[in-house]
């Protein structure tokens, strides 16, 4: 394995660590809570973000040269299929498809009756076991460079995409868990977990509060988008492409913006119409 990436994988073990350190340090029952409090978890949470970033793109780097190694290596006569069933590419190592709409191309003759599966498709890599890279399995995986480029426009255009936080998190994990404050309410008492200000005389007493913190549990949802598309279109990968990319984009958009807003939280996020935060704006 990559010295860089076993070194990267280190300090984020090291940093998660430190993270959960923290979190059950300042969520102890005898912990006199402070203002760093919270800014010593939103540090060391960006540092668990960045090396998780640097992380994936070390081994994503590495994937790519593997395999553009591989093909480099092998030469024409690695690929199983016949000349006549094989869509030829210009540069298979880094961009193993040149367009969205080629890829697609590609798939929908996989799914043709008898029909050999174009290399490229193989290349992609899918979870062990039923997954994403067989056909029979469910299908095949976007390129990267492609899926980035919907979602980045999804996020770009979206009114309320455009302002949710982004946690990445590993190619491996199908959830994440993040400290945030107790706060289920806004009423007096319960901003912050348990902050609370008071009016008193001169020489009285005040009585003291302290702000408590909980972990949060987020797991991964799957959102599907699904088209239809004629043959005459399917002909056209540059249209193919233009149309597709467009679509999926703004309805990934539409779906997942109308989950935050108004989302019941049954296999979706629970949107704020749902909230348990209304009732608290309502009691102020």
Do not use: C
């Not at 005040?206 to 959102?223: D, H, I, M, S």
């Amino acid at each position: 394995m990559n010295d860089r990436i076993s070194s990267l994988r280190q300090q984020l073990v090291e940093a998660k660590k430190r993270l959960e350190t923290t979190f059950d340090e300042i969520t102890a029952p005898d912990h006199n809570a402070s203002e760093g409090d919270e800014r010593l978890l939103a540090e060391q949470e960006k540092d668990v973000d960045r090396l998780i970033d640097l992380t994936e793109k070390a081994v994503d780097i590495e994937e790519r040269e593997r395999k553009a190694a591989a093909l480099l290596t092998a030469g024409p006569s690695a690929a199983p299929h016949a000349a006549s069933d094989i869509i030829v590419t210009k540069d298979p190592a880094d961009r193993p498809f040149k367009n969205f709409g080629e890829q697609l191309q590609a798939i929908r003759h996989a799914g043709t009756s008898g029909a050999a599966l174009d290399p490229r498709l193989a290349g992609v890599q899918a979870a062990s076991g039923a997954s994403e890279g067989v056909a029979s399995d469910g299908g095949f995986l976007v390129q990267q460079d492609f899926s980035a480029e919907i979602f980045a426009r999804a996020y770009n255009t979206g009114a309320l995409l455009s302002r949710v936080r982004r946690i990445p998190i590993s190619a491996n994990s199908n959830g994440i868990r993040i400290p945030r404050v107790a706060e289920s309410a806004r009423t007096a008492g319960n901003r912050w977990g348990g902050v609370q200000s008071y009016w008193v005389d001169e020489g009285a007493a005040a009585t003291a509060t302290k702000p408590t913190f909980e972990r949060l549990n987020l797991e991964l949802k799957k959102q599907v988008t699904l088209a239809y598309v004629t043959d005459e279109l399917l002909s056209d990968a540059v249209a193919l492409e233009a149309i597709y990319s467009q679509a999926f984009a703004e309805e990934i958009t539409f779906g997942t913006e109308a989950a935050i807003f108004s989302g019941d939280g049954v296999g979706k996020p629970k949107g704020i119409t749902e909230s348990g935060a209304l009732s608290g704006l309502h009691a102020q």
